[in-house]
């Protein structure tokens, strides 16, 4: 059904989708001895030396263009940035702090992006996913991904062991999607939520407040897709491939912020999901 309340939404979100990153204790991760190859804390504030009262997601929609909200973002304890998501040119707007860039598979494998090579994925910590099959064959995944994210992690885990960088588990995505389905009248498209909506539920369960910037849009609302490029499309706002409208209907239930923050700010205000003490 459609109709919990944002209070009741944010308890099954928060029962139901429990963080989870490949940790090499499942095969065929395990034989390939992936244990003593991920990072060995787990994905968690202490392992970014710190603690989040408050983190901003930034999503990289063309509507935060003219927003001068960089200095309020820049002011949260963490940062959660999208793919290849800049800043340089463009502080003013979005800010330059960038705690997390949560990425999907395409970055690591396409060239365009210059992965190895880009200082966008340096000095943060990094969160990768990729779309297993639902059915959560980890073998079938690992022999076939949506694009190959295995052979670059591989590489810069060798390269550069002291960074953070994570998979996360493509159960959690499923849950995330159930959770969805389960909120939505309508079958929704058996595909993986957004990196949006996934960056999201991910600061809820690391931060005790989250401000979410043009995931609903502001009233700069615009087909213009990105930020940074001119590209004008305006499925990247309402979606097509992820199931994008009903994860922005859902976060726009448990929003706790003014509609003026929402109409003015493009911002939506979540409690993480260890805030209930306050
Ligand atoms: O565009 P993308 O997303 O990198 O954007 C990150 C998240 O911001 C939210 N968004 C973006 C634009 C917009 N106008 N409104 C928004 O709300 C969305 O929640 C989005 O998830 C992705 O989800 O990973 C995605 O990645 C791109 C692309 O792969 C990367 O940018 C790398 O180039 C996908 N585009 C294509 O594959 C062509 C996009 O569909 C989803």
Same mark, same amino acid.
């Given at each position: 059904?459609? #109709?919990?309340?944002?209070?009741?939404?944010?308890?099954?979100?928060?029962?139901?989708?429990?963080?989870?990153?490949?940790?090499?204790?499942?095969?065929?991760f395990?034989?390939?001895?992936?244990?003593?190859?991920? =990072?060995?804390?787990?994905?968690?504030?202490?392992?970014?030396?710190?603690?989040?009262k408050?983190c901003a997601?930034?999503?990289?929609?063309?509507?935060?263009?003219?927003?001068?909200l960089? /200095?309020?973002?820049? #002011?949260?304890?963490?940062?959660?940035?999208?793919?290849?998501?800049?800043?340089?040119?463009? /502080?003013?707007?979005?800010?330059?702090?960038?705690?997390?860039?949560?990425?999907?598979?395409?970055?690591?494998?396409?060239?365009?992006?210059?992965?190895?090579? $880009?200082?966008?994925?340096?000095?943060?910590?990094?969160?990768?996913?990729?779309?297993?099959?639902?059915?959560?064959?980890?073998?079938e995944?690992?022999?076939?991904?949506?694009?190959?994210?295995?052979?670059?992690?591989?590489?810069?885990?060798?390269d550069? =062991?002291?960074?953070?960088?994570?998979?996360?588990?493509?159960?959690?995505?499923?849950?995330?999607?159930?959770?969805?389905?389960?909120?939505?009248?309508?079958?929704?498209?058996?595909?993986?939520? $957004?990196?949006?909506?996934?960056?999201?539920?991910?600061?809820?369960?690391?931060?005790?407040?989250?401000? !979410?910037? &043009?995931?609903?849009?502001?009233?700069?609302?615009?087909?213009?897709?990105?930020?940074? &490029? /001119?590209?004008?499309? &305006?499925?990247?706002?309402?979606?097509?491939?992820?199931?994008l409208?009903? /994860?922005?209907?859902?976060?726009?239930?448990?929003?706790?912020?003014?509609c003026d923050?929402?109409?003015?700010?493009?911002? !939506?205000?979540?409690?993480?999901?260890? $805030?209930?003490?306050?």
């Amino acid at each position: 059904g459609g #109709s919990k309340s944002g209070p009741e939404l944010h308890c099954q979100l928060q029962s139901e989708a429990r963080l989870g990153t490949l940790d090499g204790s499942q095969q065929p991760f395990a034989g390939l001895g992936w244990s003593h190859f991920v =990072p060995r804390r787990p994905l968690a504030p202490a392992a970014m030396g710190s603690d989040f009262k408050t983190c901003a997601v930034v999503m990289s929609a063309g509507a935060i263009l003219n927003s001068s909200l960089g /200095e309020e973002i820049d #002011s949260h304890d963490a940062v959660l940035r999208f793919n290849a998501a800049p800043t340089k040119g463009y /502080e003013r707007d979005v800010g330059n702090k960038t705690t997390i860039r949560l990425i999907n598979s395409q970055i690591m494998a396409l060239r365009k992006h210059h992965f190895n090579s $880009s200082y966008l994925y340096r000095n943060v910590t990094l969160v990768a996913w990729d779309p297993a099959p639902y059915s959560l064959n980890l073998s079938e995944w690992y022999e076939n991904p949506d694009f190959d994210l295995f052979t670059s992690y591989v590489r810069w885990r060798q390269d550069r =062991p002291d960074q953070p960088f994570y998979i996360l588990h493509p159960a959690y995505l499923w849950r995330l999607w159930d959770v969805i389905q389960s909120n939505t009248q309508e079958n929704i498209q058996p595909n993986p939520p $957004s990196s949006g909506f996934i960056g999201t539920v991910l600061m809820m369960a690391l931060c005790r407040q989250v401000h !979410v910037y &043009e995931y609903v849009p502001s009233a700069r609302q615009t087909d213009l897709c990105h930020y940074y &490029e /001119e590209i004008h499309d &305006e499925a990247c706002t309402l979606g097509a491939y992820h199931p994008l409208l009903y /994860e922005k209907q859902l976060v726009q239930r448990m929003n706790a912020g003014t509609c003026d923050d929402l109409r003015v700010k493009g911002r !939506v205000t979540l409690q993480g999901f260890g $805030s209930d003490d306050l």
